[in-house]
């Protein structure tokens, strides 16, 4: 099926950087979701967004929803250990569709 | 508040069986969607279900099915296991599908032999 481009496929860095990841599509979306998945479990909602152009922040995350809305970043500032595990973005075109398109994830590994 | 819960955890089943997955989204979510999540594929749609009514199905053969209950609790069953069906199913709660926040389980990690 088809899925985002999400990008870089992995990141090792060093505690206290600031990191960026993000999703493109060729495709229209209503609504982007960034997701943190550790082993074993389901992924954890970290961001909604539902506007173009739209910034939201949850404590060290910023995502943004692109203008265009085919993309959205996400950013996380000061970086620490717990921050490592996979980073999914998903979108959802809305009307009839309910689905949640997904990336294939970003790896994040933080170096204490 | 309760989140999504999903049992069993755990699962091993042989080929040619059959499996069914519950899912109990959060009180007052009436929408409950199912993905499979294996390496090589990612995530992917499997249905979703809103006041127990299938309302998306994503590209996956007739063996696997679902259904909701009037209190939206879901089940998802797959008949015919092949050894290929082995994955992590997850199911997300939302309260109306579209535009809102979805929830994820645990997931029940399925193994087939």
């Known amino acids: 099926g088809q899925q985002l481009n999400q990008s870089p496929q992995s990141m090792f860095i060093q505690e206290g950087e600031d990191v960026s990841m993000n999703c493109t599509s060729s495709?229209?979306?209503?609504?982007w979701l960034w997701y943190k998945q550790d082993p074993g479990e389901g992924p954890v909602l970290l961001i909604a967004?539902?506007?173009?152009?739209e910034l939201t922040s949850n404590g060290r995350l910023t995502a943004q929803f692109g203008i265009t809305r085919k993309d959205s970043f996400l950013n996380i500032s000061a970086s620490i250990p717990s921050d490592v595990g996979i980073y999914f973005c998903?979108?959802?075109?809305?009307?009839?569709?309910?689905?949640?398109?997904f990336g294939k994830g970003t790896l994040l590994t933080v170096n204490p | 508040k309760a989140g999504v819960t999903q049992t069993p955890r755990y699962l091993i089943k042989t080929r040619g069986q059959q499996v069914t997955l519950s899912c109990s989204p959060i009180?007052?979510?009436?929408?409950v969607s199912w993905y499979q999540q294996t390496p090589g594929q990612g995530l992917q749609f499997l249905f979703e279900y809103f006041s127990e009514t299938q309302r998306n199905k994503g590209n996956f053969p007739g063996r696997f099915s679902g259904r909701q209950f009037s209190n939206s609790r879901s089940e998802m069953n797959v008949s015919t296991l092949e050894l290929g069906d082995s994955a992590l199913y997850l199911c997300a709660s939302s309260l109306a599908g579209i535009g809102t926040e979805a929830f994820f389980g645990q997931g029940t990690r399925l193994t087939v032999v």
């Open positions: 967004l539902y506007k173009a152009g």
């Open positions: 998903a979108g959802q075109r809305g009307g009839s569709n309910y689905k949640l398109t």
């Open positions: 495709s229209i979306f209503n609504t």
């Open positions: 009180s007052g979510h009436r929408s």
